[in-house]
């Protein structure tokens, strides 16, 4: 499994593009419109508030919801 590194967020005239680059440096780039971008961002959100920890079983957990 590939683990993040970093992540940006560009601006682009329709659209945003979400780059994702794993610890290799190989980047992962996304076109995303508003809509997805916001799902993405409400998904973490509910996913961080759930609890202010992670307990050992969260690793088996996946938070899947569709984008469009």
């Known amino acids: 499994m590939r683990h993040l ?13 979400l780059q994702l680059v794993d610890e290799t440096g190989q980047a992962y780039d996304f076109a995303t419109s508003p809509e997805q971008l916001d799902l993405v961002i409400d998904a973490l959100d509910e ?3 759930e609890d202010d920890e992670f307990d050992e079983d969260d690793e088996r957990k996946i938070y899947q919801k569709p984008l469009g």
């Open 5 to 17: 590194a970093k992540f940006s967020i560009s601006v682009r005239e329709e659209d945003f593009v």
């Open 47 to 49: 996913l961080l508030s």
